[in-house]
C-alpha cells in the first residue's frame, strides 16, 4: 500500500500547495506504515519534494501534457493508481485538484473528501476532520472504499521539511487521449497567486476607482502578498475577474487577509472565512465586516494605507 501526491507545478516550477500536500502526505504515511509517492508533470524542481519527505518522484514529461485537464491528468493518475498499488491520493485544494479529485473518483469508484483540515483522527475506521458551511463549523467524516482521495484546505497543515532519502522513477504512461484541449488561460496579474499567498490584501469600491489601485499592488508588493477585490469591482472592470474573491469567486485561506474599502457581503465573507486572521480597513464604523473581523481600522483608506506603506517600509 502507499500514498500517492499530486504535485501542483506552474510553468514548471512547484507550486506552494505542493509542499503542503507532501508535508501532509508523509506525516499521514508515519502513521499507516506506508511510503510516499508523489506525481508532477513537466516540472524541472520535482527533486526538492525529497526535503519534504517523498519516497519516490515520478516526474511525468510529455508536451502534450503541458495545460492541465482534468480528464488526461486522471487518465495517467489511474495507470499510477492500478500500478503502485495506491490506498490514499492526496490533492491540494486548487480548483484544478477538486476538479481533479471528482473526476479520479468517478472513474476509479472511490471515496472523494474536500476541505480536510488536519490529519485522519482514526485510522480504522478512517474519519478525517473537515470544514463546512462555508468554513463556519467541522465535521468529522467517516471514509470507507479501498481507494480514498483527500484535497487538504490551503494553509491548513503547513510545510513541513522532512529530509529523507527519496528517488527519481521513470514511470512510462500509455498513450493519453489528448483531443481535449485548453483554448484559453486567464492568469492573474501580479507576483504572488491568490491559491499560493500567505498574505492577501484585497480591496472593494471603497478605492473609487482603479486609477488609485496603486496603493493596493504597492502595499502588496511590500507584504509579499497577492491582491484581490470583491465581486462589484471585477465587474465593473476595474480588476481582472481572476482577482474576484468570494462565494462566487476565489476562496481564500491566507494567513493574513486584509480588506479595504469592502463593506463584508455575505457571499465576500463565505469565501475568505478560512483566511486565519482578518485585518479590515474601512471609514463605515457599521460596516458588516467588522463583526468578522480580528482587527479593524476605522478609517480613510487614501490616509491609512501610504501611512501603513511608509511604516512597513521603514522596518
Same mark, same amino acid.
Given at each position: 500500500?502507499?500514498?500517492?501526491?499530486?504535485?501542483?507545478?506552474?510553468?514548471?516550477?512547484?507550486?506552494?500547495?505542493?509542499?503542503?500536500?507532501? +508535508?501532509?502526505?508523509?506525516?499521514?504515511?508515519?502513521?499507516?506504515?506506508?511510503?510516499?509517492?508523489?506525481?508532477?508533470?513537466?516540472?524541472?524542481?520535482?527533486?526538492?519534494?525529497?526535503?519534504?519527505?517523498?519516497?519516490?518522484?515520478?516526474?511525468?514529461?510529455?508536451?502534450?501534457?503541458? *495545460?492541465?485537464?482534468?480528464?488526461?491528468?486522471?487518465?495517467?493518475?489511474?495507470?499510477?493508481?492500478?500500478?503502485?498499488?495506491?490506498? #490514499?491520493?492526496?490533492?491540494?485544494?486548487?480548483?484544478?485538484?477538486?476538479?481533479?479529485?471528482?473526476?479520479?473518483?468517478?472513474?476509479?469508484?472511490?471515496?472523494?473528501?474536500?476541505?480536510?483540515?488536519?490529519?485522519?483522527?482514526?485510522?480504522?475506521?478512517?474519519?478525517?476532520?473537515?470544514?463546512?458551511?462555508?468554513?463556519?463549523?467541522?465535521?468529522?467524516?467517516?471514509?470507507?472504499?479501498?481507494?480514498?482521495?483527500?484535497?487538504?484546505?490551503?494553509?491548513?497543515?503547513?510545510?513541513?521539511?522532512?529530509?529523507?532519502?527519496?528517488?527519481?522513477?521513470?514511470?512510462?504512461?500509455? *498513450?493519453?487521449?489528448?483531443?481535449?484541449?485548453?483554448?484559453?488561460?486567464?492568469?492573474?496579474?501580479?507576483?504572488?497567486?491568490?491559491?499560493?499567498?500567505?498574505?492577501?490584501?484585497?480591496?472593494?469600491?471603497?478605492?473609487?476607482?482603479?486609477?488609485?489601485?496603486?496603493?493596493?499592488?504597492?502595499?502588496?508588493?511590500?507584504?509579499?502578498?497577492?491582491?484581490?477585490? +470583491?465581486?462589484?469591482?471585477?465587474?465593473?472592470?476595474?480588476?481582472?475577474?481572476?482577482?474576484?474573491?468570494?462565494?462566487?469567486?476565489?476562496?481564500?485561506?491566507?494567513?493574513?487577509?486584509?480588506?479595504?474599502?469592502?463593506?463584508?457581503?455575505?457571499?465576500?465573507?463565505?469565501?475568505?472565512?478560512?483566511?486565519?486572521?482578518?485585518?479590515?480597513?474601512?471609514?463605515?464604523?457599521?460596516?458588516?465586516?467588522?463583526?468578522?473581523?480580528?482587527?479593524?481600522?476605522?478609517?480613510?483608506?487614501?490616509?491609512?494605507?501610504?501611512? #501603513?506603506?511608509?511604516?512597513?517600509?521603514?522596518?
Amino acid at each position: 500500500m502507499a500514498v500517492l501526491v499530486y504535485s501542483e507545478s506552474e510553468n514548471g516550477k512547484l507550486k506552494k500547495s505542493a509542499f503542503e500536500t507532501m +508535508s501532509y502526505a508523509k506525516a499521514l504515511s508515519e502513521k499507516i506504515g506506508s511510503e510516499v509517492i508523489c506525481v508532477s508533470f513537466n516540472c524541472s524542481d520535482s527533486e526538492l519534494l525529497i526535503k519534504y519527505g517523498a519516497d519516490k518522484i515520478i516526474n511525468i514529461e510529455n508536451s502534450n501534457l503541458k *495545460e492541465f485537464t482534468s480528464k488526461t491528468y486522471s487518465n495517467v493518475i489511474t495507470q499510477i493508481i492500478d500500478k503502485k498499488d495506491i490506498s #490514499l491520493v492526496i490533492l491540494s485544494s486548487s480548483a484544478d485538484a477538486k476538479y481533479l479529485g471528482s473526476y479520479l473518483a468517478g472513474i476509479t469508484d472511490s471515496t472523494y473528501v474536500s476541505n480536510v483540515v488536519e490529519l485522519p483522527e482514526s485510522i480504522d475506521p478512517f474519519i478525517v476532520k473537515r470544514s463546512c458551511f462555508t468554513n463556519k463549523a467541522f465535521s468529522s467524516t467517516e471514509i470507507n472504499g479501498d481507494l480514498k482521495i483527500l484535497s487538504i484546505s490551503s494553509n491548513s497543515y503547513g510545510a513541513k521539511e522532512n529530509n529523507g532519502e527519496g528517488i527519481i522513477e521513470k514511470f512510462e504512461i500509455n *498513450e493519453v487521449n489528448t483531443t481535449f484541449k485548453v483554448s484559453k488561460i486567464e492568469k492573474q496579474s501580479g507576483n504572488v497567486t491568490i491559491a499560493d499567498a500567505d498574505v492577501v490584501v484585497s480591496a472593494g469600491r471603497g478605492l473609487k476607482g482603479p486609477e488609485n489601485w496603486h496603493m493596493i499592488e504597492e502595499l502588496a508588493e511590500v507584504l509579499g502578498a497577492a491582491t484581490a477585490c +470583491s465581486k462589484p469591482v471585477s465587474d465593473m472592470g476595474w480588476r481582472p475577474h481572476s482577482e474576484h474573491v468570494g462565494q462566487t469567486g476565489k476562496p481564500v485561506a491566507s494567513n493574513l487577509y486584509i480588506a479595504i474599502g469592502i463593506s463584508g457581503a455575505i457571499q465576500h465573507l463565505a469565501g475568505i472565512n478560512s483566511s486565519k486572521v482578518k485585518l479590515v480597513i474601512n471609514n463605515d464604523p457599521e460596516a458588516p465586516f467588522f463583526k468578522a473581523a480580528d482587527y479593524g481600522v476605522v478609517g480613510d483608506a487614501f490616509e491609512v494605507i501610504p501611512d #501603513l506603506i511608509k511604516k512597513l517600509k521603514s522596518r
